[in-house]
């Protein structure tokens, strides 16, 4: 055999097998390209787990420097974490939520259920609900440490509600 024969042999089977891989990928596509048979996890379950875990969570262990630093960082938490659904000024009503659908609360309502209530509030970031909110304390690379999720608390409750931690004020009344 020559060398032009031999070389005519390797460029056929180089080409014979290039044309299997163009099939198996082509085959790997079409199957990618099918609906998947995974469904994702009920939200519901991942909900409980995180529960289960801010409900042992020591949140009174946490110093701080001073309330500025922990305004500070909640401030840094909430634009990273909060914006996209709640807005910069808590009011809930985003181009991200609406183009979902997603009914997103006002964290600034006077009526808001969690106003007044830090500790409900620290155990909604950490472990969000199942009609959408995610589980911060959960969330792989983007999971919130206590520490962000206390921070982020405080700053809801006296930043863009400075109402909540205060005592009610006394309501002044008018005689004519």
Known sequence: MDSRTRSRGAKGRWVLAMGAASTVMTSSAVV????????????SDEVATADAMVAR???DTI??????SRVA?????Y???CTECHGYLGDGVTEYATRRGLKVPSLVRRDWRLAGDIA???ARVFSGHAAGMPTWGLRGDARLSLRDV???????MTQLRDDALAPPRPTLKVRR
């Not at 998947?36 to 009920?42: A, H, I, L, S």
């Not at 110093?63 to 500025?68: D, K, P, Q, V």
């Not at 960082?73 to 938490?77: A, D, M």
């Open 57 to 59: 969570a020591r949140f």
């Open 32 to 43: 990618a390209c099918a609906a998947p048979d995974v469904r994702p996890p009920d939200r």
């Open 120 to 122: 409900a509030v620290r």
């Open 63 to 68: 110093a701080w420097l001073n309330e500025g």
């Open 150 to 156: 206390d921070a982020v608390a405080f700053y809801v």
């Open 79 to 81: 634009a990273a974490a």
């Open 73 to 77: 960082h909640g401030n840094g938490v």
